[in-house]
């Protein structure tokens, strides 16, 4: 039974599909999966209607997720259907005891990526198994259950459920899973023990070189593989490791006048980053550093300050020594037509901050949740430090500390905005 929840702007509890043309088979996996999860949680609607307010929030989240182009298809798939998407909002009350719509927002995400996507994937394989005579006992080992589980709850996953695309994108992945064999296990289990990559997508980079080295080797079975393991780890790490030799966007277009040698290699699709990571370091660090240039830009007018500084010098009124400030100075002079405009600064900081009066292009998606995250964490800090210092003098002898709970959930929630909204050329663009 549908829902008729509807605001007064006609907005109602729907989302949108991904598309329409949607495979039968991807049809019928989430028909077995939304019967799963009504019958885990048949009191949904009415624990909607007890909750006051909570109806209109999870109108207000689908309105955000119907608007958002970072939702991954298969999950917008689950979260279209009435039984799916209410079943996860009670849960969201429940066990994260979500306060606003950010954070109800973000929880239903978090969750639909857990059982329901588990319970769609495993129907959805079990159906192209049969209709493709696969046996699935043929995958008869701890580690090949292991890596055919893992591989089909990647969040980036590349099977499409569009019609006609399904089986053969599924097939190409289970090809490349019996393809690779027990080799993913064993590099795993090698870098978990001897890796200390910082970033999780140089970690992915290295894992992928690791075993496709070991494919060319032909180093299928366990006493071939760790033999190899070292060595291909080291050859992996050079490969894969960054230069720093120019980290300057705009040098990086123009040339340095030196030629280079020519990188054959691509990205695969399975290596590719998705707009939407649980956490994503590198964008949350960037957007930091774009909220610094802001208020160096807003409030202290440093991008004025060394336009005024190169016309005074140009004009002769300035004199600056040569040296570093002066060859610093000329490169910016030199460069200014090829970096961002104060135009297109303000878009960036409208954009991914939602700061600023800057205007954005119409397919542009707004960061409308930061400001709300910021105060929420702001407050909570603010609170959390005064029930600090008030508890300090009562609880100094027994020890009994704040529950920091809250601020962790809000810490995260912040975390998780900004790796969905620092994407794209932001990157280059804060460089």
Same mark, same amino acid.
């Given at each position: ?47 909607? %209607? ?19 182009? @970072? ?5 917008r798939f689950l979260l279209s259907r009435d039984a799916i998407y209410v079943a996860i909002i009670q849960l969201a009350k429940e066990e994260d005891n979500v306060a606003d719509v950010? &954070? ?6 978090? +969750? ?19 209709? +493709? ?26 099977? &499409? ?23 993913p296990f064993y590099v795993d289990d090698y870098l978990n023990q001897y890796d200390i990559s910082n970033s999780a997508s140089a970690r992915r980079r290295i894992r992928q070189e ?32 960054? &230069?720093?030799?120019? %980290? ?16 054959? &290699? ?5 290596? @590719? ?39 005074? #010098? @140009? ?24 970096? %961002? ?7 960036l900081y409208k954009r991914v901050l939602n700061k600023g009066e800057g205007q954005v292009l119409q397919n542009m998606v707004v960061n409308e949740a930061f400001p709300i995250y #910021? ?11 005064? +029930? ?44």
């Amino acid at each position: 039974m549908a829902l008729n929840y509807t605001s007064n702007n006609g907005q109602s509890l729907k989302l949108n599909k991904p598309f329409e043309d949607i495979d039968q088979i991807a049809v019928e996996a989430l028909n077995k999966t939304e019967k799963e999860i009504e019958a885990e949680h048949p009191n949904s609607r009415d624990f909607i %209607n007890k909750h006051r307010g909570l109806t209109s929030d999870a109108i207000q989240v689908v309105d955000l997720l119907n608007r958002s182009i @970072a939702l991954e298809s298969i999950n917008r798939f689950l979260l279209s259907r009435d039984a799916i998407y209410v079943a996860i909002i009670q849960l969201a009350k429940e066990e994260d005891n979500v306060a606003d719509v950010a &954070s109800l927002r973000t929880s239903v995400l978090n +969750k639909v990526a857990n059982r329901p996507r588990r319970k769609f994937l495993a129907y959805l394989a079990a159906d192209i198994f049969k209709k +493709k005579l696969i046996c699935i006992t043929q995958i008869n080992t701890e580690s090949k259950q292991k890596q055919l589980r893992d591989l089909l709850l990647t969040e980036n996953i590349p099977i &499409s459920i569009k019609e006609g695309e399904l089986i053969p994108s599924f097939m190409k992945l289970f090809e490349g899973f019996l393809r690779e064999g027990d080799i993913p296990f064993y590099v795993d289990d090698y870098l978990n023990q001897y890796d200390i990559s910082n970033s999780a997508s140089a970690r992915r980079r290295i894992r992928q070189e690791m075993i496709e080295e070991l494919i060319e080797l032909n180093a299928f079975n366990e006493e071939s593989i760790k033999q190899h393991l070292p060595t291909v780890y080291n050859e992996a790490k050079k490969l894969t490791k960054p &230069s720093h030799t120019n %980290n300057d966007p705009v040098k990086s277009v123009l040339g340095g006048g030196r030629s280079s040698k020519l990188n054959l &290699s691509v990205n695969r699709f399975d290596e @590719a980053e998705h707009e939407y990571q649980e956490i994503v370091k590198e964008n949350i660090k960037a957007a930091g550093m774009l909220d610094y240039i802001y208020y160096f830009d807003r409030y202290f007018h440093a991008f004025d300050v060394a336009n005024l500084l190169i016309m005074k #010098w @140009a004009g002769g009124t300035l004199n600056i020594p040569e040296g570093e400030t002066a060859g610093k100075l000329y490169g910016f002079h030199k460069l200014r037509d090829n970096r %961002n405009s104060p135009e297109e600064r303000a878009m960036l900081y409208k954009r991914v901050l939602n700061k600023g009066e800057g205007q954005v292009l119409q397919n542009m998606v707004v960061n409308e949740a930061f400001p709300i995250y #910021w105060e929420q964490l702001m407050s909570e800090m603010l609170q959390y430090i005064q +029930k600090s210092e008030s508890k300090s003098h009562l609880d100094s002898l027994n020890n009994n500390g704040i529950s920091r709970t809250r601020l962790y959930q809000l810490t995260r929630n912040l975390q998780q905005n900004l790796t969905e909204h620092m994407t794209g050329m932001a990157h280059l663009q804060v460089q």
